[in-house]
């Protein structure tokens, strides 16, 4: 059974960072592509970051310049370093693998104040 646990969100102002960490398992980690989704209130999950198990990144319109995906294969981990939040970014942040199994963790609230 795949299981994702997110960490590392919070409160932050405008302008800040926050790191957001994923632990998967049940899964050939190293050979996923994995990605970062969000989803604000009243609006669909979105798909912010991927990163290929080469390490190949891809980016939203919105968080590109700004986040920045990466990936620990040892540790089965996936990361999310966001810079220069804005309230937009205001969401619920899972990792799920792209694209999505259908075992979601319990994501992380980032809330990025004015």
């Known amino acids: 059974q795949v299981q994702l646990v997110e960490s590392g969100g919070g409160l932050v102002q405008a302008g800040g960072s926050l790191r957001l960490s994923c632990a998967a398992s049940?899964?050939?980690?190293?050979?996923?592509?994995m990605g970062w989704y969000r989803q604000a209130p009243g609006k669909k999950r979105e798909l912010v970051a991927s990163i290929s198990s080469g390490g190949i990144t891809n980016y939203a319109d919105s968080v590109k310049g700004r986040f920045t995906i990466s990936r620990d294969n040892v540790k089965n981990t996936v990361y999310l370093q966001m810079n220069s939040l804005k309230p937009d970014d205001t969401a619920v942040y899972y990792c799920?693998?792209?694209?999505?199994?259908?075992?979601w963790g319990q994501g992380t609230q980032v809330t990025v104040s004015s």
């Open positions: 049940g899964i050939i980690f190293s050979i996923k592509v």
């Open positions: 799920n693998t792209v694209p999505f199994n259908r075992d």
